[in-house]
């Protein structure tokens, strides 16, 4: 086979950022996208309606001419939030999910929830309207080793809030676990979960072995061999409860290669040559349409897009990074020369 033609895929996770670096990375989702779900974890956060609004707006502006790519914002969930926001939010068509951050988990989550009492309510009205919660699952708890703390995320806090509110949609986050693949497996509707093109590629010594790569530390953490493979089977399955969420989340180099560097992978641009490699890889070309175009808008309640994209057999050289106006941010790399290139999208 040298062409293989999809339904346009959706980014169920994506970190835009705001200003210079929203202007440099937009372009590489719109490029092979037609919709991504915008993770709000600005500084400061988005938290309301208008903030998403506000955001939404920024985004549009900053979307190459005639591309076809539509952001669909989240809010950032806060001990704060006001129910009645959240729900006209979403009345309106702004807001498709609600970020669950726990405080201090990851890059900008200080604004998250330490006290999951006081987001009840929130949570109760989402579950009348039908609105995904999207949950960022480790504990921040600094006695739990950074290698189980999702693990026990699933056992602590996400099993108990599913309990406290059974009827709400959730969405586990960029899975990075065998654990994360069976809890999602014990339900069969109302949870899904996002894997990201890195998890699919890497384990923890890609990141530790012979030698520290920064570009390879993102969160969670890149765990053992056997949760890799058993995420790569998750998502080449086609079971409908796993779609793609690539996390990507630039960092410039700067800020990565320091003796504390952010955490974060940048794949917007090469995901889809990667996951076509790799889904061909397990013999499994014929689930990339599940995985990347049609298992999250049926979780979402969206249509799958009408318009395609094509890719073509061969390897075209890659650029290494992207410029932007902060600085340059190193491009993910898989280890390998991807087999696969976009080379063509139609409109609808
Ligand atoms: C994300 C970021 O940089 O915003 N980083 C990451 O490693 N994935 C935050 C997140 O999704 O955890
Ligand atoms: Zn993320």
Known sequence: MTHLTL????DWHLHLRDGAMLRAVLPHSAAHFARAIIMPNLVPPVVTGADAA?????????LPEGADFIP??????TEDTDPDDVAAAHASGLIHAVKLY??????NSASGVANFDRVQGVLERMAQIGLPLCVHGEVTDPTVDIFDRE??????????????????KVVMEH???????DYVKTHDTGLGATITTHHLVINRNHILAGGIRPHYYCLPVAKREEHRLA?????????????LGTDSAPHTDPAKLQPC????????PNTMPILAHVFEQDGALANLESFASLNGPAFYGLPPNSSTITLTKGAPDQPTHIDTDDGPVTIFDPGFTPDWHVTARSSC
Not at 7 to 10: G, I, L, N, S, Y
Not at 72 to 77: Q, R
Not at 102 to 107: C, H, L
Not at 151 to 166: G, S
Request: charged content about 20%.
């Open 7 to 10: 339904r346009t895929p959706d």
């Open 54 to 62: 506000a955001y939404r707006a920024r985004i549009m502006a900053a």
């Open 72 to 77: 669909l914002m989240t809010l950032y969930l």
């Open 102 to 107: 726990p405080a201090g988990a990851t890059t």
């Open 151 to 168: 693990a026990v995320f699933i056992d602590r806090i996400l099993d108990p809030l599913r309990r406290r509110v059974p009827v709400l």
């Open 175 to 181: 899975i990075t676990t065998s654990q994360g693949v």
């Open 231 to 243: 995420l790569r089977a998750a998502a080449t399955s086609g079971d409908a409860r796993f779609f």
């Open 261 to 268: 560097g952010c955490a974060g992978c940048f794949t917007a």
